[in-house]
């Protein structure tokens, strides 16, 4: 049985921006092309634990770039799978990652998405796709947190557990 998709955004989730210069969130900074990125110090930890229930994705503007970096920087397995945008293909009222996502990810694929800038297209979409989708929007100050990794995992128990029991149902005799 196919485990739901975790698609994660980079800047925002885990790359920190936006926060009190005096106060810092706890972190690393690593450069990428000559850019400063704080690198959120739970990050790593928390996407360890959600890849017991989910396959992770990268769903960033980095796009492949951020296998170059983030698996080593986050001690986490990689490279992952990306989801590609195409830069031509950008339809003024569509959120600029959707087409891409749709491309990567079937119809039938239970996913969730976690990003800091979901917006009300995000949700209408999250509502038409065919199979269960959560959205997880992020402070990007803060990042991914405990409290949304625990979110998460609950959603994918649930629906493991649902799919499962659906599947005993349907079976024959
Ligand atoms: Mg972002």
Redesign the pocket.
């Known amino acids: 049985m196919d485990r739901p998709l975790l698609l994660i955004?980079?800047?925002?989730?885990i790359s920190l921006f936006g926060f009190d210069p005096a106060h810092p969130p706890a972190g690393r900074f690593l450069l990428v092309d000559g850019i400063a990125h704080l690198i959120s110090a739970t990050a790593g930890e928390h996407l360890r634990l959600l890849a017991d229930e989910f396959d992770l994705a990268w769903c960033t503007g980095w796009e492949e770039k951020a296998n170059d970096y983030l698996p080593l920087a986050l001690d986490i397995p990689g490279p992952l799978p990306h989801v590609t945008f195409d830069p031509c293909e950008r339809p003024a009222n569509a959120h600029w990652k959707l087409g891409g996502i749709d491309a990567h990810a079937d119809q039938a694929r239970a996913l969730a998405w976690v990003?800091?800038?979901h917006d009300e297209r995000c949700t209408a979409w999250a509502a038409a796709r065919a199979a269960p989708t959560l959205l997880v929007g992020t402070d990007?100050a803060v990042g991914l947190t405990e409290k949304h990794v625990e979110r998460l995992l609950a959603w994918a128990r649930e629906y493991v557990g649902l799919s499962l029991s659906a599947r005993r149902v349907g079976r024959p005799a």
Request: cysteine-free.
């Open positions: 955004d980079v800047d925002g989730v990003d800091d800038a990007p």
